[in-house]
């Protein structure tokens, strides 16, 4: 295995299928067994998901809600789309727990860095919801940082694209993909991956990210058996 320890970033709207919002109990079945691969091949797996097909403060806040007030609503929504991610997945016999940076006690562990490291070695799904905490960070960002906390050796971004491109592929016909991109020219020409914060705090802690579709069956499999499959985001 290329990868032993890995942290798989979902947006909230993957969750969707495709319904305009809320889950897909379909889509949720067909990630957990996605994963569930990948797990069987003993790679610890770390999640982080978004909270877009619910809530997302920014939407709030063009409406005129408050920014704080908004990001805490998309907070919540995270751990609802966590809550039912954790449903699927034991559904599909793998041990998991949901770890919130906001505290819920009734149905979810906080937070605790060597609590999720120990939960990782015992071979069971880490599922972070909650973002970092705090208002004015994304789930991307809340990403990056979980893996560099819990030392994992990638981060996997699951999307609907199959990689970057220097344009949206879904609107420009010529977009043409990278294979392999360093942190530098992501920043340089203002390409939508990550936010800046996220890309930044990658390239310092020299955590690579692979941006990939998480649609298509055994992508997430054949990644972690080394294949050259989306794009590559490294120093």
């Known amino acids: 295995m290329k990868y032993k320890r890995v942290l798989l970033k979902l947006s909230g709207e993957a969750l969707m299928g495709n319904q305009q919002y809320g889950i897909d109990p379909k ?99 880490v599922i972070f919801g909650g973002g970092t905490g705090n208002p004015y960070f994304t789930t991307d960002t809340a990403a990056v940082l979980r893996a560099i906390e819990i030392n994992a050796d990638v981060i996997l971004k699951g999307t609907r694209v199959d990689g970057i491109y220097t344009s949206d592929p879904e609107k420009d016909p010529n977009a043409k993909k990278f294979g392999e991109i360093t942190f530098k020219e992501v920043m340089n020409k203002g390409l939508k991956v990550m936010d800046m914060t996220a890309i930044t705090l990658s390239e310092e802690n020299k955590l690579p990210i692979i941006v990939f579709d998480m649609n298509k069956e055994d992508n997430l499999n054949n990644i972690i058996s080394g294949e050259n499959i989306g794009t590559k985001v490294d120093l």
């Not at 610890?44 to 877009?52: F, H, L």
């Not at 998991?96 to 009734?106: A, V, Y």
């Open 27 to 125: 889509r949720l079945s067909e990630y957990a067994q996605e994963i569930k691969k990948i797990v069987e091949k003993n790679v610890e797996v770390a999640i982080v998901i978004g909270g877009g097909n619910i809530f997302r403060g920014l939407t709030g806040v063009s409406n005129g809600m408050d920014r704080v007030q908004g990001d805490y609503m998309g907070m919540l929504a995270t751990i609802i789309n966590g809550l039912a991610l954790q449903s699927a997945l034991e559904d599909a016999d793998l041990n998991t727990r949901l770890l919130t940076s906001i505290e819920m006690k009734q149905v979810a562990e906080p937070f605790i860095k060597r609590r999720a490291v120990r939960h990782l070695e015992k071979g069971r799904v």
